[in-house]
């Protein structure tokens, strides 16, 4: 019997509360980066490969329920219990622009050409703000009929996608006309969407289900039954033939694409899994928890066997975490690049 595969992962420490949303930025020239959404009010931007804290974004007064970066990982933006959307300057941790909401934000997207923001929350408004006039008002699309969970851009920005948190199944929305075009239906409501590094397929949790959809004519392509309820998948982007699922077991397992076996699964957060993302070039996948820990995972993992052996000699957990981070954060050391020591200082002064 093959023996399934099981990683020691990279813990990345500094969240006081849980960690509910991650996003990986495209490879840029410097490198490519994480950022993390929590309910500490705080997202955090870290190295995307090594996991190394590189700044705090400081300015919500409440839980942040999502995050992302730009195309070239130069702004941040985050949605957030406060009622904002905020736009942060990725260099300095400076707020570029804070957008007013009615009611909590529950999810945020730039657009691919990065001159748009998509945001949706509990006022079960879809809303589009031009981040080249600001303090335009923004363009407001049909109303969602249930409380926005999940948004994101496809078809080079013709087309958005939103799920709710009370009512099964994905709408997709024309840009143009912001009317709804299809709506995929699930039989429970969608906890993540993802849209596939290619454009081909849409990745959907809902349930215990993993289900993944064609991105072009919104057919279901696969559909995989898991044995807990999941609240976050994620398909490996470079040659789409493995993704990982994770949710309310703790556990983090990575499946054939093909035919849905378990090839690895992996066990280190002390709570449930609310986020897994495969980094961009997926070598390696990153899960974020109840427990306020960030967890990067290498696909290319030892045997079940030789993890039991690791954590029984303390390696994995502590010893292998990347950066012990203190209320002030004072002895964070990354050795990178110009730019990116830019960026740490920058931030670290905001």
Excluded at 60 to 82: E, I, M, N, T
Excluded at 102 to 118: G, N, Q, W
Aim: aromatic share 8%.
């Amino acid at each position: 019997m093959e023996k399934k595969k099981v990683s020691v992962p990279l813990v990345c420490h500094g969240h006081s509360r849980p960690v509910v949303d991650l996003s990986y930025s495209p490879v840029t020239p410097d490198g490519y980066f994480l950022i993390s959404a929590s309910k500490d009010s705080t997202p955090m931007l870290r190295n995307g490969e090594t996991g190394d804290w590189i700044g705090t974004f400081e300015g919500h007064k409440g839980a942040v329920w999502s995050c992302c970066l730009d195309k070239p990982a130069l702004r941040a933006a985050s949605g957030s219990a406060d009622f904002t959307a905020k736009i942060w300057d990725a260099l300095t941790g400076d707020v570029l622009h804070s957008f007013d909401h009615k009611h909590i934000v529950r999810a945020c997207a730039f657009s691919e050409d990065t001159h748009l923001l998509f945001t949706g929350g509990f006022e079960k408004i879809l809303r589009i703000f031009d981040l080249n006039r600001p303090d335009a008002s923004p363009r407001e699309v049909d109303k969602s009929p249930g409380s926005i969970r999940t948004v994101a851009w496809l078809h080079s920005d013709q087309t958005i996608l939103s799920s709710c948190s009370d009512i099964g199944g994905v709408r997709l929305w024309d840009v143009r006309s912001g009317k709804i075009v299809h709506t995929i239906e699930t039989s429970s409501p969608v906890t993540s969407t993802e849209v596939s590094q290619d454009g081909r397929y849409i990745t959907t949790a809902d349930g215990s289900t993993v289900k993944f959809w064609d991105a072009n004519h919104f057919g279901l392509v696969k559909s995989y039954d898991m044995s807990c309820t999941v609240e976050s998948a994620s398909l490996e982007p470079k040659h789409g033939n493995k993704f990982v699922a994770a949710g309310e077991d703790m556990w983090i397992r990575l499946f054939d694409f093909h035919t849905g076996q378990e090839i690895a699964c992996n066990k280190g957060h002390h709570g449930p899994v609310h986020c897994v993302r495969f980094a961009p070039g997926g070598e390696s996948y990153a899960s974020g928890s109840e427990d306020g820990t960030i967890r990067i995972w290498h696909t290319g993992s030892s045997t079940r066997e030789e993890n039991d052996s690791a954590l029984a000699n303390g390696l994995g957990g502590k010893d292998k975490s990347v950066d012990e981070v203190t209320d002030k954060m004072e002895h964070v050391e990354i050795a990178k690049d110009e730019k990116t020591e830019e960026k740490i200082e920058a931030t670290t002064n905001a």
